[in-house]
Each structure stands twice: as C-alpha cells, then as structure tokens.
C-alpha cells in the first residue's frame, strides 16, 4: 500500500498526460486560435469561456465518473434498459460513427495530402488504423503508450509553437471583438468539441488503468483519477493558441476557414518547417484521440457483451468500421452523426451534472428521468426544427 501511495505522483502525471491527449483532438488545434480570432482585445473572456464549456464539462464529467464509481454509474438512475440505449448511443456517436473515422480523415486532410499529395485516403486509412490497431491491442499498455511516449511528442510541438508566437507575434491583438458576444462564442466552441461524451468512454480505460497500476481503493483510485483529471486540463496550451489567433487579426477576419487560419500562423511563425511540425502535431492529436477512444469503445463493448466478444476482436472490428467511414470525408461524417450527436448530448449532461448530488439524489430515480426525458424532449425538438 506505502509503495502504491509512494508511485501516486507518477501515475497521475501519466495518466493525467493521456488524459489530456485523448481529450486534445483537432477541434482542440483547430477552435482557440479561431475563437482568438474573434474575440480580439477579450480573447481571455473567450478563452475561458471555451475552457469552462470544453475542459471544465469534461472534468466535472470526470469527477461524476470517481463519485459513481463507474460511467455506467452515471445514467444508471434512469433504468436498466434506457441506460444502456444511451451509452450505446454516446459510445457510437463518439466512437466509431463520428470520432474516430474524423481522427483519420482530419490527419489525412490537414496532414497528409497537403505533404504528400500523390498518397491514396484508402491505403492511408489502412496504415492508420493498423497504427491503431497495434498500439491498442494490449489493453493494459494504452495509457503508458499515450502517456509516456505520444502525449511529450505532441505537447512538444505544441509549446514550440505557442513560445514562438508569444515571444515574436505575428501582429497586435485586434482593437475590437469580431462578435457581439465573446462569452456566448466561446462557450459554443467548447460545447461543439463534445469532449464532455467522450469522458463517458475514457472512463472505462482511466479508472482500469488506476485498477492496475495498483490503485485498488476508492480512495486512492480518486485521488489519481482527480489528479490526473486537473493535469489533463493544462491550461498554458488552450490559453496559448487562443493567444496566437488574437495576434492574427490584421490579417483575416471571421470569414476565414479555421484549417487554414491555424496553417498561416504556423507558416508565419515557422516558415515551411513550421507546415510539416503543424502536420506532425495534428497527427499526434488525431492518433492519441483515436487510440482512447477504440480502446474506451472496445473495453465498453467487451463489457456490454459479458466477454464474449473479446477486446482485441472488438479493437479489430472497430479499426475495419472506422477505416470505411473514413473514406467518407470529414464533411459527410459530420453531417451523418451531428443530429444524432444533438439529442444524445443535453440528456447525457443532465445526468452528468445529477450525478454530483451524492447518494441521496442518485436514489431519487424519477428525478434523474424527468430530467433527462425533458432535456431530450427539448433537444429532439431543436434538431427537428433545424432539419424541417
């Protein structure tokens, strides 16, 4: 137990650091520098607007996560039934309808093909994910791999950038917000990562990694994942790509798409080094989200099935799943699973929050599926709406 105690620090930097690597995606690159943009002279209200909504959410997701004891814990109140129809819904949308295919369409689109324009989606998608595959395949490795090797590389390259753009930016801060409202935007930026579902899945795979790194109390698996938790949350990189968009807007404004925005201060920065580091750094962020959530989606589904689809089976057929979607383009993958995403987020963050009130609240059932009958009822009609 002493020993165990003695190695918390170091389990919650390393967990903490994949934490924070399967939460940094490319929405992550590629939402502060825009909402920089934005937000002008206020890019801290608009920064810590979007990190409320993005970081905040998922760590609180986190914390409801530890007080449980398990994601499942989390939309248990509503019944048996409806709260294994939800977390299907989040693990898919999440997973392998939406995320992961976009992991590998982002790094082929911003990554690839602008380097190497003669390489074929389809032949890239099979490396990819055969990537993918290998890395994930020994359950018990992932966090040590994403933690220990992919998550220093990729803040590597992040920190570079973002020290460069302070020291010698590309220009002033914009005298004028781009919006009318800088709270409002920033909060919109960190709700449309939907970083808070993908708490749901790396629940599973954090609190197992805890498990087996010797944390086996309530206690000690808290103080790790919470540790962990704040880790993950690291400021200096939300705020310092933030910064480097409010430096830009002597030279575009809102109308500019967001890929190319994050491309022109990487390029104004570090010249045409700096375009292959910006792809090496999206590459590391779409790989390390990739590989949290097959091995998050494949430990829920092992589980879901009592073990008798194995997790290494479940890995492989979500890497061949994901390989077709992919090929589909970030575009049409994003219109498929949007309205769906749309009524499964609002009900989910509902029993998220609930699920913070402690035992007494979790025992009143009818109160957690009011809520999250209303939320989806309100949600369903949006999406309606938009879509008639």
């Known amino acids: 137990m002493k020993e165990t105690k003695n190695r918390a620090p170091r389990d919650i930097i390393v967990v903490g650091f994949a934490l924070f690597s399967m939460f940094f995606g490319a929405g992550n690159v590629i939402f502060p520098p825009y909402l920089g943009l934005e937000s002008g002279p206020q890019w801290g209200v608009g920064f810590v607007s979007y990190f409320i909504a993005d970081i905040g959410l998922a760590l609180l997701s986190m914390f409801a996560i530890i007080r449980q004891g398990s994601p499942g814990g989390i939309t248990s109140p509503i019944g048996k039934g409806p709260s294994t129809l939800l977390m299907c819904a989040v693990v898919l949308c999440i997973g392998p309808m939406l995320a992961i295919p976009r992991t590998a369409a982002t790094t082929y689109e911003t990554s690839v093909a602008p380097l190497l324009s003669g390489v074929s989606p389809v032949v890239f998608s099979i490396v990819f994910f055969l990537l993918v595959f290998l890395l994930c395949v020994r359950e018990t490795a992932v966090v040590d791999i994403v933690g220990k090797v992919l998550t220093p590389a990729l803040l590597a ?16 801060v914009g005298e004028a917000p781009l919006v009318e409202n800088v709270a409002a935007t920033g909060i919109e930026a960190g ?32 103080r790790v994942v919470a540790g962990a938790s704040v880790v993950a949350g690291l400021l200096v990189v939300y705020l310092g790509l933030t910064y480097l968009g409010a430096t830009m807007s002597q030279f575009f404004d809102i109308t500019v798409d967001r890929t190319y925005l994050v491309t022109s201060i990487v390029q104004g920065l570090l010249g045409q080094g700096g375009i292959i580091l910006f792809a090496v750094v999206v590459a590391l962020a779409c790989l390390t989200t990739a590989v949290g959530l097959v091995s998050s989606c494949s430990a829920y589904f092992t589980g879901l099935s009592k073990g008798r689809i194995s997790y290494p089976v479940m890995v492989f057929l979500l890497c061949l799943f994901s390989g077709v979607v992919s090929n589909f383009g970030i575009n049409e993958i994003i219109a498929i699973a949007t309205p769906i995403l749309s009524v499964v987020y609002p009900p989910t963050l509902v029993l998220i929050v609930l699920a913070l009130g402690g035992k007494a609240l979790h025992r009143r059932c009818w109160i957690h599926r009011m ?11 949006e999406v309606i709406g938009t879509y008639t």
């Open 157 to 172: 390259g992040l920190l570079v950038l973002i020290v460069v753009g302070v020291v010698h930016p590309m220009g002033p």
């Open 191 to 222: 709700y449309q990562t939907m970083d808070v579902l993908a708490t749901l899945l790396f629940g599973y795979i954090i609190l197992k990694s805890a498990l087996e790194k010797g944390h086996n109390t309530q206690k000690s698996q808290a």
């Open 371 to 381: 809520a999250a009958l209303g939320a989806l009822a309100v949600s369903l009609l």
